[in-house]
């Protein structure tokens, strides 16, 4: 199996040329400058983001979500700056973002909500675009929160989660709705395959194709709250994580588990390198990130 035991003692820093930090510069200086405390203008942690490279030279390519804040922030990957935009959903009810997505020509990025709205903002001007309504049934994309969104690589659908949603992307209205009678908690899209993976708190990851608009894959394994969940590049493999300990490997061709690693520490968020030699991973109340 490619994947072993993963003791969190092994793991060892790691520096690179490419690494690089996204900050705010100077806050103390300006907090002093603008004589207020320090805490007023210093953002909060970071909950959700998304990026884009095909437009990094020409305007801010990614997007980050914060902690209880009503807005949304952009930044500059070329020159690791905060850009001078901030998307504002819903201003009059200042609700919490709790998910955002870059569109894959990297001109759009849709927000969703504590309060069930879903917004798209043009990244360019920083101006909204309007909002994604289910005018048949309520005045806002879902009832709930929102946990996630994701936009198809041909700039047609935009898919959203609480319940499960599929939605025109230039018209914004809604194509398709499943529901499976429990709270999706995370979501990851696969742009090149068209294949959603959904963790629910019944602790199962489904599979849905979101051009047919079907599930066609159903996981079972976990038996806690699943964490994170990542595909590898080429679609072949879902690794997911969850507070059980475990780490397990799907293969989604063949529609089983091919490996599970057990970790001393529950592992909170993973990630695979595009060449799948690399798996870097978070765990409870550890600092820092593990290879």
């Not at 103390?28 to 805490?39: G, H, P």
């Not at 903002?121 to 920083?126: I, T």
């Not at 590898?232 to 293969?251: A, C, E, H, P």
């Amino acid at each position: 199996m490619l994947f072993g035991l993963l003791p969190l003692p092994a793991a060892r820093p790691r520096w690179d040329q490419q690494s690089r930090e996204l900050s705010q510069c100077h806050v103390t200086k300006r907090a002093k400058k603008l004589r207020v405390k320090e805490k007023e203008i210093k953002l909060k942690p970071v909950i959700a983001f998304d990026f884009a490279e095909i437009r990094e030279r020409d305007w801010c390519n990614v997007v980050t979500c914060h902690m209880d804040t009503a807005q949304a922030y952009v930044w500059r990957l070329q020159n690791f700056v905060l850009g001078e935009h901030i998307l504002k959903p819903c201003p009059e009810n200042q609700i919490p973002v709790k998910a955002c997505a870059i569109n894959a020509c990297g001109n759009f990025a849709v927000l969703g909500t504590a309060g069930g709205w879903i917004e798209q903002f043009n990244l360019q001007s920083g101006i909204n675009r309007g909002s994604y309504v289910d005018l048949s049934e309520r005045s806002c994309a879902h009832v709930g929160e929102v946990v996630g969104v994701a936009y198809d690589s041909t700039n047609t659908l935009m898919i959203s989660a609480g319940y499960h949603e599929v939605w025109d992307f230039k018209g914004r209205g809604l194509k398709s709705r499943w529901e499976i009678g429990c709270a999706v908690v995370k979501i990851v899209y696969h742009r090149s395959n068209g294949l959603l993976a959904t963790a629910t708190n019944d602790f199962v990851i489904r599979l849905y194709d979101v051009v047919a608009l079907r599930m066609v894959r159903k996981f079972e394994g976990h038996i806690d709250r699943v964490t994170d969940l990542c595909f590898s590049k080429d679609g072949k493999w879902l690794l997911t994580s969850s507070m059980d300990g475990t780490l397990r490997i799907w293969d989604v061709s063949l529609a089983r588990q091919i490996d599970a690693i057990h970790v001393d520490v529950s592992v909170t968020a993973l990630s695979l390198s595009p060449n799948m030699d690399v798996l870097a991973t978070t765990h409870v109340d550890q600092n820092g990130v593990y290879l």
